[in-house]
Structure formats: C-alpha cells, structure tokens
C-alpha cells in the first residue's frame, strides 16, 4: 500500500485528506491511501518517517512551509526561490522539496485573467507565508507588485495609504488578497480598502475559498469587478503534487 499525507499543526479542517480520499475513489484508485499526521514540532519529522517506512509523499501546510527546509536533500529550484516548500518526495529515504502552490495559482491566475489582458501592477495584501508564491508567480508573469500590511516595514504599502492616496488603486488593476481575513467563520471580516474606488476593470482574487464569495469578493461583485476565490488553486496545487510523486 503506498501511502501519503499531511504534517502540519492544527489538522483539524485539513482540505487534503477529502481531496485524495475522494480522488482516489473516483479513479478507482486502491492501492494508495493518504492520512494525516499532525505533528507538534517540525522536529518530530525524522521520527515520523522513520515510523512510517511506506510514505512515498508528504503535504505540508501551516506552520511548516519554511521550517521544513532544514530537513530536506533537496529542494527544487523555484521553491528554493519562494523560501517555502508544501510538498515532498520521498525516495530511498531522500526528502525533496517542491512549492505546487505556486504552479496551483499561476494557472488559476492566467485562467482568471483568461482572454483580457493582464494587468501590469498589482496588489498583495498580506506578507505572510501564503503571499510567497503569489510573489513569484507575479514576478515570473512580469506584473509589478506592491505589498500591503497591516504592520509596515519598508518597501510596502500601509492599509491607510490605500485610503488615502487614490492613484493606488487607479494604477493596481489586480488585488490579491493572501489573508485570512473572510475566512469562515469570521466571514463579515474585510480588507480595509476604499471599495468605492473599484471599477470593471479591477480583478479580485481571493485565496480564501470558504466561504465561496467572501465579504472582500462580494464587495468586488458590487463594483462590476472580475472576482475569483482559491477553490481552483487547491484543486491545481494538490494535482501538481499527485504529479511530482509520479503516482
């Protein structure tokens, strides 16, 4: 039996777990299972594996993604360049590293995006480990960025700049929001933005997916905003690791 999962702390809402188990039924897959391993310390994974001989492939969620790097062999390129890794192999007791959030929302992204054309400046709100793929994925698409947080340090943009200074929103046509701010069950909770600033011209994507539309995308909705949540980048970076682990 080959055999997957996922480390992190807490696992209780785990997204994972319900994806592989109904994929594997579909597909009739009957060889394969995936569980999930919720581990206090990141330093528990030698043990972890140690005790499970069988795993070919790990996912690894929050608070882990940079802490896990220690542990690694190897790390692909463009992981190695986002300083964060959410999904590993493992072969002949090796750990390789790979980031499949960024190849999950670079698709999602140019689908979203689809025949219009890209916007050249964006805004990512949030700096937290979830903003670092979506960093890279801009940077690789060549889509100018800022940052937007709540606690400023230099180089990014403070929540009040946004509502006060209007050209910001004018020029940034894209507005990524890489917080948990929405997330259920805090779904009236908002970025602070001067929404009536939105036009038709604006996209609005939201890596939160529960709730489906989110107080941020509903507000986007209003405005007669192009609005997307994160629901297909997990559907992407969950099939792009099944890929890497070649099964």
Request: glycine share 8%.
């Amino acid at each position: 039996m080959r055999k997957f999962g996922l480390i992190g702390h807490p696992l209780s809402h785990s997204f994972s777990k319900k994806y592989f188990t109904k994929k594997f039924e579909k597909e009739g897959i009957t060889d394969a299972t995936y569980e999930l391993f919720p581990i206090e310390s990141i330093d528990q994974l030698p043990r972890l594996l140690q005790e499970n001989p069988g795993l070919i492939g790990l996912n690894v969620t929050i608070p882990y993604k940079e802490q896990v790097l220690k542990f690694l062999n190897e790390v692909d390129p463009k992981a190695q360049e986002i300083g964060a890794v959410n999904t590993l192999k493992i072969a002949n007791g090796k750990l390789k590293g790979y980031n499949t959030d960024y190849h999950g929302f670079k698709d999602s992204l140019i689908k979203f995006i689809g025949p219009n054309k890209i916007p050249s400046n964006a805004l990512i709100l949030g700096t937290g480990g979830a903003s670092k793929a979506v960093k890279a994925v801009l940077e690789d698409l060549n889509i100018t960025y800022q940052l937007v947080s709540r606690n400023l340090q230099e180089g990014q943009l403070s929540y009040e700049s946004l509502n006060t200074q209007y050209s910001i929103l004018n020029t940034a046509k894209l507005i990524i929001n890489t917080t948990p701010l929405g997330m259920s069950p805090n779904v009236n909770s908002l970025p602070n933005l001067p929404y009536d600033q939105l036009t038709e011209h604006h996209f609005l994507y939201d890596l939160v997916y529960n709730p489906m539309k989110t107080a941020f995308l509903q507000k986007g909705i209003i405005a007669g905003c192009w609005v997307k949540n994160g629901l297909e980048m997990l559907y992407g970076q969950a099939e792009k690791a099944w890929e890497i682990w070649g099964a």
